[in-house]
């Protein structure tokens, strides 16, 4: 019988995969259950995943959909002990989770996103490149003049724009959330951090301005 190849998924692929149904994430996450790969996954990485896909306003799902998404993740992947501590190796504590999983796992692929530029930031002291905060920053200036035009052409007018989003589909959610809201809504971006040292996770509220 052919040996399945043996994964363990960075929390930034589930949370990929949990915002769109475009790309490689979604079609990881939709077949753990056709018994296609191996899933190895350690109490403290189960932890680490319920801990960012329950942070306030990163996922447009409800808490019932994000915990039946969890259960099933705990459910077929294999319960792998960690029999040796890896860390302390690398400067994200996130990051040391998952490698450690992996090495505990003998894993044949970590799964992450944006490798290239992850190695890039850890040859340079675990730095996150300047083009990462340069985007959002765009971004959220934009969306407090509500200037919709330029958000609509964002991959020509934003900084680094096309490197900071190779494909569109991980921004698309922000658009719905601003189809959604009203004109005269307040934006507030009220969350800023990197996970991975590349990957913004920045999170924002519509609310209607108050009755003057």
Not at 114 to 136: C, I, K, M, S
Request: charged share 20%; glycine share 6%; with cysteine.
């Amino acid at each position: 019988m052919k040996r399945l190849p043996q994964v363990v998924l960075d929390t930034n692929v589930l949370v990929a995969g949990l915002r769109s149904r475009n790309g490689a994430s979604f079609q990881l996450i939709s077949r753990l259950t056709f018994s296609q790969f191996g899933l190895h996954l350690t109490v403290p990485l189960a932890m680490e995943y319920e801990d960012v896909l329950h942070r306030p306003g990163l996922l447009s799902l409800p808490v019932a959909a994000i915990d039946a998404v969890l259960d099933m993740v705990c459910a077929v992947a294999y319960q792998q002990g960690v029999h040796f501590l890896w860390r302390p190796q690398l400067r994200d504590p996130s990051d040391e989770l998952v490698l450690e999983a992996a090495v505990n796992a003998s894993a044949d692929f970590l799964v992450t996103h944006n490798l290239r530029d992850f190695q890039l930031a850890w040859r340079h002291g675990g730095q996150t490149p300047e083009y990462v905060r340069r985007f959002t920053d765009w971004i959220a200036g934009r969306l407090n003049a509500h200037d919709l035009p330029a958000l609509l052409d964002y991959r020509r007018q934003a900084p680094d724009a096309v490197r900071a989003h190779p494909t569109e589909d991980h921004l698309l959610p922000l658009y719905v959330a601003l189809g959604a809201a009203g004109d005269g809504d307040r934006i507030e971006r009220f969350h800023t951090g990197i996970d991975d040292y590349v990957i913004a996770m920045d999170a924002y509220t519509f609310r209607p301005q108050a009755d003057e």
